[in-house]
C-alpha cells in the first residue's frame, strides 16, 4: 500500500467524526462537507509524517477551517445586513473515537443547534468541544487564549443555556415540519406574502456547487437563479416563489426538510434550520457524495 492510499484510508476511517464537528460548529451541513473536503485537501498536501496522532491532526484541521467560514460569514453579515459578530481563535484538538462522537452528535435534535447558534462563539467553541466531543479544558484553553478554569466557565455557561432550553426533539420536529410545510405550500402556490412570514428578515439560503451549476444549466427552461449565498427573505421568497412543484416533505437526519426526487432516487435535499418560528438558513446539497451519507425518509404529502 502506497503512502497516498494509506492516508486516504485513515482519512475515510475519521470523516464521520470530522463531519460531525464540522456541523456542530458551522450548522450548516453544505459547509460542512466543504470544510471536510478542504481537511482531506490540506492533509493530502503537508508533510505528516512526524505526526503521531493524525485523527487529532485531522480535528485540529477541520477546527480552523470551520473558525475561518465563521470569520467569513461573520464579514459578510456585517456587509450585507449590518450584524456585527465577534470572532474567536483556533488550535488543537484531541483525537477521540469517531464512531461514537458521530452517533452522539447525530442523536442531538436540531433544537441543540438552534440553542448553539445563540451562544457567543467562545461558548459554543467550549461546549461543543467539551460536552459533545469529550475535549478536556486545558486543551480548549489554548484555542481561546484563555486559562482552563475559563474554558470551564464557559463551558458551563453555555450548558446552562442549552438545559434551560426546550430540546424535546419529537415537539421540535412537529412544530419544524409543520413550518417547512407551510413553506412548501406557499412556495408551490407562488404566494410570496405567505413566505415572507415563515422567513426570517435575516434567512440566508446556502447551495453547494452541484446545485448552483444545476440551476444555471437550467436557467433557459425557466429555473430560478441560484448563488452560493443568498441573503434576505425578499430574495429567499424570489428564489422559491412558484416553484418546488415536485419538492417533498421528508426527513433529512432525523430533522424536518425536504426531497427532490427522480427515478426513486434523491436529486436534491433542502434542510431548515428554524428559530423562535422562522426559517432562518436554507442548505440546498445537490452532491450526488454528500447525499449519499444523509439518512433521508420522504413523507407522505
Known sequence: ????????????????????VAYRMLGSPSEAEDAVQETWLRLS??????????????????GRICLDHLRARASRREELIGTDVPESAAGSV???????????ADSLGSALLVVLDTLAPA????????????????EIAPILKRNPAAARQLASRARRRVQGADTDRDAD??????????????????????????????????ADRVAVDAAAARKAYG???????????AAVADVFSGRAQAAQPALVNGAAGA?????????????FTV??????????VADPAHLSRLDLTILPR
Do not use: C, Y
Not at 484531541?94 to 452522539?104: H, K, Q, T, V, Y
Open 94 to 104: 484531541a483525537d477521540s473515537d469517531p464512531e461514537d462522537e458521530a452517533i452522539l
Open 123 to 138: 461558548e459554543r467553541l467550549a461546549f461543543v468541544l467539551h460536552d459533545i466531543f469529550d475535549v478536556p479544558f486545558d
Open 275 to 284: 428559530i423562535n418560528g422562522k426559517i432562518v438558513a436554507i442548505d440546498i
Open 223 to 233: 429555473a430560478p437563479t441560484i448563488l452560493s449565498e443568498v441573503f434576505g427573505a
Open 173 to 206: 420536529r412537529v412544530r419544524q415540519q409543520t413550518l417547512v410545510d407551510a413553506f412548501l405550500a406557499a412556495a408551490r402556490g407562488g404566494d410570496f406574502a405567505a413566505l415572507l412570514t415563515v422567513l426570517d428578515p435575516d434567512v440566508v439560503l446556502r
Open 1 to 20: 500500500m502506497d503512502e497516498h492510499t494509506w492516508l486516504a484510508d485513515r482519512f475515510e476511517e475519521q470523516r464521520r467524526h470530522l463531519q460531525a
Open 259 to 271: 426531497v427532490w426526487a427522480s427515478g426513486g432516487q434523491a436529486r436534491t435535499a433542502f434542510t
Open 45 to 62: 498536501r503537508a508533510d505528516n509524517s512526524g505526526v503521531e496522532n493524525l485523527g487529532g491532526w485531522m480535528t485540529t484541521i477541520v
